[in-house]
């Protein structure tokens, strides 16, 4: 938004599928922005279809997946060692 000069406004509002470039909204809820996550839910043959066209419409966020990968490592670190026994 710097970059463009729009202003930095409480009603600008972003919103993600839950689980997808999860590192995008932890960056601009840190800079104090609103961040939303839709999680799908419902019937599986109803949230499938809807994810397959998401994942066509928007490829490349797939190809950032490799970004978060130190999340995904760091997240399954923490989980096997501190594993309730």
Do not use: H
């Not at 809820?29 to 419409?57: I, M, N």
């Amino acid at each position: 938004m710097k970059e463009l000069g729009i202003e930095k406004s409480k009603n600008v509002k972003f919103a993600q599928i839950y689980g997808m470039c999860d590192y995008l909204s932890y960056d601009i809820s840190q800079k104090g922005f609103t961040v939303y996550k839709s999680v799908p839910w419902g019937p599986v043959e109803d949230w499938v279809p809807y994810l397959a066209r998401r994942a066509s419409e928007n490829y490349s966020a797939f190809q950032t997946n490799r970004n978060e990968l130190p999340y995904y490592r760091k997240e399954l670190k923490k989980r096997l060692l501190f594993k309730s026994r």
